[in-house]
């Protein structure tokens, strides 16, 4: 379950951040290797802060981890949404940014975390077998407006 809204007797674990990467109106996504939750599954850079990172530092980091594409945190898009997420009941917060680029960035994957990577249009990545609860953001952010 996702929602926008406070969910009934939720009991935040943890954080999780995500960035949507958006070049020539495409967003990046990442094939989750077979080894990791959600194996074989697309979805954005994302990861759980490390102690003492605010959110932002949190993303930056996990975005260059991923893929080796250095953003900072002045050039992430304010207009963010912040999700709250129950999932085999375990409560977290899914904070989702976004970041326009103007130049396709050479990508250089994590192989213990990813097996593949390309640029979609939001329209076709919410039919791509999802990260779960992926679609949500994806909509939110692309396709309601």
């Excluded at 980091?61 to 898009?77: A, D, H, L, P």
């Excluded at 050479?106 to 593949?116: A, F, G, K, M």
Aim: with cysteine; aromatic share 12%; proline share 6%.
């Amino acid at each position: 379950m996702i929602s926008l809204s406070p969910i009934k007797k939720f009991n935040k674990k943890f954080d999780v951040v995500s960035l949507f990467i958006i070049y020539d109106d495409k967003i990046l996504l990442l094939k989750r290797q077979k080894n990791k939750p959600y194996e074989g599954t697309w979805g954005p850079p994302a990861g759980k802060g490390d102690n003492g990172e605010n959110l932002e530092q949190a993303i930056c980091r996990e975005t260059f981890e991923e893929t080796g594409i250095k953003v900072t945190s002045n050039k992430i898009i304010k207009d963010k949404k912040h999700y709250y997420v129950r999932h085999s009941d375990v409560d977290f917060m899914f904070h989702v940014y976004s970041v326009k680029i103007d130049k396709e960035p050479q990508v250089t994957l994590r192989p213990i975390e990813h097996s593949d990577y390309a640029w979609f249009v939001p329209k076709k990545a919410i039919k791509l077998d999802l990260v779960q609860d992926e679609e949500v953001p994806i909509t939110d952010f692309f396709l309601s407006k």
